[in-house]
């Protein structure tokens, strides 16, 4: 009998071991242990990012990883938080406006950007594309995502932005126009 409790006792640890590694322990935090890794690295890629969000947004925000769910059926780790240091209130990005959520968003893909060069080994993001978004910024947002873009210029980074803003055009040295014509689109280079 003696031996067959140890058994039992021993199939309990390992049960107890594999919800822990899943995230399924009731009344605890549900992390898996791949989304405890994960969210190791994008820890680094929150700091890369708050490098340009603060930039951007006049040092008003900056990400933080949520530390737990909403509740404990949800499962956590990767959630993103912004503190507003305006009023020191941290909120769900989820409540950022649009112009908000559009620098929030080009920060990510920025800092991400940032952080496989640092761990890939020599694998380098050599281009990256926006597809709008800039319409949703007021003039001195704008502002601040054209300085962070002309930054990566210098930094031998590839940007290329597909956009209708007027304010844009007359802030990138080389366009690829695309005209409409009855007989398809054309194209025309043009260098500022």
Known sequence: ISKMEDEEKIAARY????????GELSEKQKISLE???????????????????????????????????VNNRAKSGLDLEVLDNHNGVRRSVKSLS????????????????DVIKMFSGG????????DEGFGTLDSQSLD???????????????VGII????????????????NKTPQGSKLELKLI
């Open 144 to 158: 601040f995502a054209i300085k962070t873009l002309s930054q990566l210029d210098e930094s031998q980074q590839l």
């Open 35 to 69: 989304l405890y890794v994960q969210s190791a690295y994008f820890e680094n890629i929150i700091k890369a990012s708050n490098l340009r969000f603060s930039r951007m947004t006049s040092n008003r925000y900056e990400f933080f990883r949520a530390e737990t769910a």
């Open 98 to 113: 649009g112009g908000e959520s559009f620098m929030a968003s080009l920060s990510l893909a920025l800092g991400l950007s």
């Open 15 to 22: 049960k107890e071991l594999s919800q822990l590694t899943n």
């Open 123 to 130: 694998v380098r993001v050599d281009a990256l594309f926006i």
């Open 163 to 178: 956009s209708h803003v007027e304010a844009l055009k007359s802030n990138i040295e080389q366009q690829i126009i695309v």
